[in-house]
């Protein structure tokens, strides 16, 4: 579990046969999980430089990890510990798909960013809800049928690679899991119950 809340830009030293290698100072043991890019992903050997990881067809057919190269910054957060500041929403790491930056114009201090995506992410935001992007946890600003648009302050594009994005580029994106579950419950037939709440 994660929180959007990006400890460090990581930088791809390689990638090659799935195996990829970030340049990061985030310490982490073999077997933990960490959120790159907002893909979960478990540590595989790594040093006090390096972290490396086995990226498996299924990651690289659902995430924009397929895309990278050496030398490309990638967003980095350990998992959460009990005990630590849940500062950005419950993010599990898991994308749902992939979306394009449509427009990245200034606002203020800040940028405001349109980024298109697929009906079934679209499905579970809502206004003012929360949604990952590229493992940033941020504040759905607006929506329409086929983007939403965030609102970036001056920390997020100075600490992530957002502020480095353009028309055209590609996110990973996670829709925040609690939408995911009430959209789930409420394509069941039957559901809710015509007895519910009663007794």
């Known amino acids: 579990m994660f929180t959007g ?54 990651t690289l057919a659902r995430s924009t990890l397929g895309a990278v190269q050496a030398g490309t910054l990638l967003n980095v957060e350990p ?35 349109w980024i298109e995506a697929s009906p079934y992410v679209l499905r579970t935001c809502v206004e003012k809800g929360s949604i990952t992007v590229s493992g940033v946890s941020l504040t759905i600003a607006e929506l329409s049928d086929d983007a939403f648009a965030v609102a970036l302050v001056p920390h997020t594009l100075a600490t992530t690679t957002l502020g480095d994005l353009a028309p055209g580029d590609e996110v990973n994106l996670e829709a925040d899991v609690l939408g995911k579950v009430v959209a789930r419950l409420l394509a069941q037939p039957g559901y809710p119950s015509p007895d519910a709440g009663s007794g």
């Open 5 to 58: 809340i990006v400890r460090e830009r990581g930088r791809v030293a390689s990638f090659d046969d799935g195996r990829l290698v970030v340049e990061t100072s985030v310490q982490a043991a073999v077997g933990d999980s960490i959120a790159v890019d907002g893909v979960c992903l478990t540590v595989v050997s790594g040093d006090e430089a390096t972290l490396v990881f086995d990226v498996v067809p299924e």
């Open 79 to 113: 998992a959460l510990r009990l005990g630590d500041e849940l500062g950005g929403h419950m993010v599990q790491g898991h994308v749902d798909g992939v979306g394009r930056v449509r427009s990245s114009e200034p606002e203020g201090d800040g940028r405001r960013m």
